[in-house]
């Protein structure tokens, strides 16, 4: 069965340190692989997307996610987190239709 | 960059009464619009694709004549949830893709917060 999991439902951090959200998939095919920002009350917005190539994929805001097929990964990472970046991260893989993870909570303390 | 319009943003509905949330892409076709409802503090759950001149595909569980989806146009897919219940309060949300292209990412709305008194 297809599914994604994120195993950290709420995360805190101190703004400047470094980031990692973690999330593993499970797929039958070649995954399409996406990270997406949802801060309260609004939509979802694309941070990042892998697709196939090199690994590690580079998205908006300072992010950067790698995707490690052996261990069907695909963390989300940050090297200074700023107050802004707090929200709900979302894991996402599919390809017409997408299938979320449960999502984790970012928390930033200044 | 794509944009994906919804409105109503937020709405409040009596019981019984049915809803009608719109989502539109503002500068691309769309064949294809995602419906996904998110419950507080979950993810997001598919509910149905809509697909522009043709019958909605609906996920498992997601009753079809509850929540009609219309896709009438290129640039405008509607859901309407009919005779809402307060079970049927959540947050919805559109997606479109640019083209029928993987490689097109999807675009999300901001979402319509719906809630049934």
């Known amino acids: 069965a297809q599914s994604v999991t994120q195993p950290d439902i709420h995360i805190t951090v101190s703004e400047g340190a470094s980031l990692e959200l973690r999330c593993n998939y499970s797929?039958?095919?070649?995954?399409?692989l996406f990270w997406y920002v949802q801060s309260p009350g609004q939509g979802l917005q694309l941070l990042l997307k892998?697709?196939?190539?090199?690994?590690l994929v580079q998205g908006i805001k300072g992010f950067e996610a790698e995707f490690k097929r052996s261990q069907s990964s695909f963390n989300l990472r940050k090297p200074s987190v700023h107050w802004s970046d707090a929200a709900e991260y979302f894991c996402?893989?599919?390809?017409?239709?997408?299938?979320f993870g449960t999502g984790t909570r970012l928390q930033v303390f200044p | 960059g794509a944009v994906v319009s919804q409105h109503p943003s937020w709405v409040i509905c009596k019981s019984g009464t049915s809803v009608k949330i719109e989502c539109r892409s503002l500068?691309?076709?769309?064949?294809?619009m995602f419906w996904y409802r998110q419950f507080p503090k979950q993810s997001l759950m598919l509910m149905a694709t809509?697909?522009?001149?043709?019958?909605?595909?609906?996920e498992q569980g997601v009753e079809k004549d509850k929540f009609l989806i219309n896709h009438a146009s290129l640039t405008l897919s509607t859901l309407t949830v009919t005779s809402a219940h307060p079970e049927d309060s959540s947050f919805y949300i559109c997606?479109?893709?640019?083209?029928?292209?993987?490689?097109?990412?999807?675009?999300f709305g901001n979402g319509t917060r719906l809630t049934v008194t």
């Open positions: 997606s479109a893709r640019k083209m029928e292209n993987y490689n097109s990412p999807l675009h």
């Open positions: 892998y697709f196939s190539g090199d690994t």
């Open positions: 996402a893989v599919g390809a017409d239709k997408l299938i």
């Open positions: 797929y039958g095919a070649t995954p399409y």
């Open positions: 809509s697909n522009e001149g043709s019958k909605a595909t609906y």
């Open positions: 500068d691309f076709q769309a064949t294809t």
